[in-house]
């Protein structure tokens, strides 16, 4: 069963304007200095509708488990999604949530200079001023706790969860969330779930963090397994401030 996604409603801040656009499994809580939904509509279908064409293809993208090379008529965000996916050692699919939101998120840029695209966990931003990015790691005593705070020199910038115990996505492991940040949201989203397949109990944190040093292009990563935590990396942890995003 899909998990509500409440922790939308988390986000208190006034100086961004707030909306939603849904395509199929594509939902996209989007911010921006302007309404732009109709500019996030057309983008979200003209992403979908390359990636299933090119799945339509090659069927095994959609399935396969470990990294796949791609055929030439690869679309670009499918290239991204396969070098991503190499990378972390996952399959391609694993990327998909992370792509598209950075993909949006790009587009929109040309629009509105401050922009945050969260596609289920899964963040692509770029803005001005410092915000802080809520936690949430399910039952996990950090949920709510803790916060991710992030400046505009460190944007556009990528920032993807995994769980084993929240949501509906694929994870071998059982941590109450993996968080990556890197410049690549694809790559993010790819890197979180092969850390999260590692982390089956809170004593697996550092084995997930060496393997997360190992993935070139990382910025940081948090894991969270009940009331245990491991961070490494650009990674600076706050408490969540209310009129912040």
Known sequence: ???????????????????????????????????????????I???RISLEEYIERHPNFL???????????????VRGMAE?????????MAAVAGAIAEGVGRKLMALSPEVIVENGGDIFLNILSRRTVGVYAGDSPFTGEIALEIEPEETPLGICTSSGTVGPSLSLGR??????????????????????????EAGDIPKGIAFAQGIAGLRGVVIIKEDKIGVWGQVKLSTPVEGEG
């Open 175 to 200: 941590a109450d969330a993996v968080i990556v940040l890197s410049p690549s949201a694809a790559l993010a989203d790819a890197a979180a779930t092969a850390i999260g397949n590692l982390v089956k």
């Open 84 to 92: 991503a996916a190499q990378g972390a050692g996952v399959g391609p």
């Open 45 to 47: 279908l003209e992403y």
């Open 63 to 77: 399935t396969a488990l470990e990294p796949l090379p791609v055929a030439e008529d690869a679309p670009q965000m």
């Open 1 to 43: 069963m899909e998990q509500p996604r409440s922790y939308r409603h988390w986000i208190k801040d006034g100086d961004l304007v707030s909306f939603h656009v849904m395509v199929k499994e594509t939902d996209l809580y989007l911010r921006a200095q302007r309404s732009l939904k109709e500019e996030a509509l057309k983008a």
